[in-house]
């Protein structure tokens, strides 16, 4: 399963990172205290404000709390070029016990995760919210 997330998170947090490449920022914020959006064994939604987007992920797992993680993400606003985002949605629903990649439909840039933990397979489904931006090319672009 940790396989899995890396494969899926290292990709995302990878294409965030070259859209900034013309930036700094500094170390990610992940919020006051560094606080984690869940808990163990609990579900989660996490959204980033309104024209931003994720551009790092952080987790900590705990195989004495049922195989599960704790999460933190951290957002920044879009890059100026892409413009406003246009639409909004949020993705399928992976099935925990399975697994998947998943990449946001349409262009669009991962803005935000709800996840629900199921103790019977160890493991949490995810679904992704992204948003299309009004600049950003028709097509598959890297």
């Not at 998170?9 to 965030?16: M, Q, S």
């Not at 639409?87 to 992976?94: A, L």
């Not at 439909?105 to 009004?134: H, I, K, M, T």
């Amino acid at each position: 399963m940790d396989l899995i997330l890396l494969c899926v998170f290292l990709p995302l947090v990878t294409v965030a990172w070259g859209q900034y490449g013309d930036y700094y920022y500094g170390p990610y914020n992940y919020g006051d205290n560094d606080e984690w959006v869940n808990v163990y064994r609990q579900g989660f939604n996490f959204q980033c404000p309104h024209g931003q987007v994720i551009v790092a992920v952080r987790s900590v797992f705990s195989k004495k709390e049922g195989s599960d993680r704790l999460w933190n993400y951290a957002c920044m606003p879009a890059a100026q070029s892409l413009g406003e985002p246009t639409e909004c949605w949020w993705e399928e629903i992976n099935r925990a016990g399975t697994e998947w990649y998943q990449t946001c439909s349409n262009n669009g840039l991962v803005a935000g995760f709800q996840s629900q933990y199921f103790p019977s397979v160890l493991d949490r489904e995810w679904q992704f919210y992204c948003c299309r931006y009004s600049r950003r090319c028709p097509y598959s672009c890297w």
